[in-house]
């Protein structure tokens, strides 16, 4: 049975496996943190070209995220030592930026998590480095609309499982795999909170959205077969059969009538190619 919990208060912070109901306040310091996190984004297509290294990157995320008053939440977080994840090519999330040179023709997913005056504002989108396959040109723009066809359905009286089973025929109507490891979340005050958004599932099943939940929709969707694999590192995970990857990430909040997103790219940066 799924249990609702409104926000009046502190109570935000607690992970006791309700789905937290925001009001206003929560509204508020969502869109602050999650217009930071899109901004951080829009500022990095500039610099994703081949010839940088992710750990560059990381260092414009950590400024860019330090100036704003903010904190990375990924800093420090289980053990992760960095302040975005840089996912390249058959890296499906959680990649860690290294020295590792960006080249021409890499795809890369670059998800940032400014912790701002308490919110989480959790976003992430696809880059390409010089001249992408058309293949995971058309990887990465299928990815994008799973991700919009679930924020688009996104609203009071539907199921998650709705969004789930939505995007899973999207992907595998291009026979792509649907990652099932790795799934979005309720996000707030809490960075990983109640409940569990897969992208893969049945539809009618799952808790029912109400106004004022706050979660992710983060579908990491496979050129080949959905299996990953992690890699000694504890963080890495890579697609099994070494077939591209993407993933596109919104943060949302349900609104009375359909759903706000806290995470969209002011300069209009929604999806590669980002020069008009
Ligand atoms: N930002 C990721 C997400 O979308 C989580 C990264 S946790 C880290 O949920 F520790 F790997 F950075
Ligand atoms: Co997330
Ligand atoms: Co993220």
Request: hydrophobic share 35%; net charge negative.
């Amino acid at each position: 049975m799924t249990e609702y919990q409104h926000i009046t208060g502190d109570e935000a912070v607690l992970r006791d496996g309700t789905i937290k109901l925001h009001g206003a306040e929560g509204f508020e310091g969502m869109r602050k943190a999650g217009r930071l996190a899109a901004e951080i984004l829009d500022a990095l297509v500039p610099l994703v070209k081949p010839g940088v290294t992710t750990q560059e990157l990381d260092d414009v995320v950590r400024e860019m995220t330090l100036d704003a008053g903010a904190v990375p939440a990924t800093l420090g977080y289980r053990g992760f030592t960095h302040s975005c994840c840089i996912s390249i090519n058959h890296v499906v999330c959680h990649g860690i930026p290294s020295s590792k040179v960006i080249k021409d023709g890499d795809i890369l997913n670059i998800d940032v998590t400014p912790l701002l005056d308490g919110w989480h504002g959790d976003t992430s989108r696809m880059y390409v480095a010089g001249d992408a396959s058309i293949k995971a040109r058309r990887l990465i723009d299928v990815t994008y609309e799973c991700l919009m066809i679930g924020v688009d359905m996104a609203r009071p009286g539907i199921r998650l499982g709705d969004i789930s089973a939505a995007i899973q025929k999207h992907a595998e109507s291009h026979r792509y795999g649907v990652v099932r490891e790795f799934c979005g979340h309720g996000v707030g005050r809490l960075f990983h909170d109640s409940p569990e958004v897969v992208h893969a599932g049945k539809a009618g099943t799952g808790p029912e959205l109400k106004p004022g939940m706050f979660f992710t929709i983060e579908p990491m969707i496979n050129l080949g077969k959905p299996a990953v694999k992690m890699l000694n590192d504890g963080w890495t995970a890579v697609t099994r059969d070494k077939s591209l990857t993407a993933q596109f990430e919104h943060s949302i909040g349900i609104t009375e009538d359909g759903r706000e997103i806290f995470t969209e790219s002011p300069k209009g940066l929604h999806q590669p190619p980002y020069q008009g």
